[in-house]
DNA sequence: GCTTGACCTGGAGCGCGCTCCAGATCGCAG
DNA sequence: CTGCGATCTGGAGCGCGCTCCAGGTCAAGC
């Protein structure tokens, strides 16, 4: 069964050495095995969970809710607080999506707006100094 | 010709009345105009490039670059830099989107997992104990 | 004229999410 | 056995984007 060093987890997660420490410490990740010298060794599973837990964060889930996931993933009975938990959190990013589509359309009507202000200019230009 | 106080410019646009003054300071507002007292009062055009700078903060642009926008809009001769810094912007909007929708993909197989394992669940408990 | 509440300024403080540091320890290569 | 780079811990520090505060001023209503 392979395991991993902190560098490797770091490279393979994206997450810094810091961070996976910090997480560990906040209860974000379920504690990870060491070696008798006390360093630690990534499992798969410990990849896995970084995994899901970059997903979660990209899509801006505040730490202290992974804390709570984390929490939840210690319980094998808390299935349906977790569902509860990120089928909430689907609502908020299908809603930053939303938000995010609409502000992208104004950006793209002001630059419709810029441009055509540029070409007004530019023919004005034109008129003034032909050739 | 309308204008506004700080209270109103602040429900109107959204931002807070300290940021108001943030951004006024920081060169990403223009210097609102005042009355003999020294009160702000801020114009429709205010308003109009507030409610724009909400929509670029939306998107996601830091305060530095919302600086230097602010600060290419006090020269006329800037459109094309400020285009450039618009759509340089519109394609970080773009790919935020789609790795935030990339990873709503992935929250959402893992809600169908959590789903199918609950089912699995109370299908076994259904079997050891039926009715 | 007085009260009261909105507003003024400069500067300190805060919450989030890391990130860095010092000083010690581990463990592999040679 | 030695050297040295990776890792350990607890705790301090940081960058961003505001947010709050003290102490004072302004102006509308009574």
Same mark, same amino acid.
């Given at each position: 069964?392979?395991? /991993?060093?902190?560098?490797?987890?770091?490279?393979?997660?994206?997450? &810094? +050495?810091?961070?996976?420490? /910090?997480?560990?410490?906040? #209860? +974000?990740?379920?504690?990870?095995?060491?070696?008798?010298? #006390?360093?630690?060794?990534?499992?798969?599973?410990?990849? #896995?969970?970084?995994?899901?837990? %970059?997903? !979660?964060?990209?899509?801006?889930?505040? +730490?202290?809710?992974?804390?709570? /996931?984390?929490?939840?993933? !210690?319980?094998?009975?808390?299935? &349906?607080?977790?569902?509860?938990?990120? *089928?909430?959190? *689907? $609502?908020?990013?299908?809603?930053? +999506?939303?938000?995010?589509?609409?502000?992208?359309?104004?950006?793209?009507?002001?630059?419709?707006? /810029?441009?055509?202000?540029?070409?007004? %200019?530019?023919?004005? $230009?034109?008129? $003034?100094?032909?050739?």
């Amino acid at each position: 069964m392979t395991t /991993y060093s902190p560098a490797e987890a770091a490279r393979l997660s994206g997450f &810094s +050495i810091d961070t996976l420490r /910090y997480y560990e410490r906040e #209860g +974000i990740l379920s504690p990870v095995a060491r070696t008798v010298g #006390g360093r630690r060794r990534y499992s798969e599973d410990d990849l #896995g969970r970084l995994s899901f837990l %970059r997903c !979660l964060r990209d899509t801006g889930m505040p +730490i202290a809710q992974l804390r709570r /996931y984390g929490e939840l993933s !210690l319980d094998e009975s808390t299935l &349906s607080e977790r569902v509860a938990l990120l *089928e909430e959190h *689907e $609502v908020a990013v299908r809603a930053a +999506i939303d938000e995010l589509r609409g502000q992208q359309a104004r950006l793209r009507e002001k630059l419709e707006w /810029y441009r055509g202000e540029m070409a007004r %200019r530019s023919a004005l $230009v034109a008129r $003034v100094a032909p050739e």
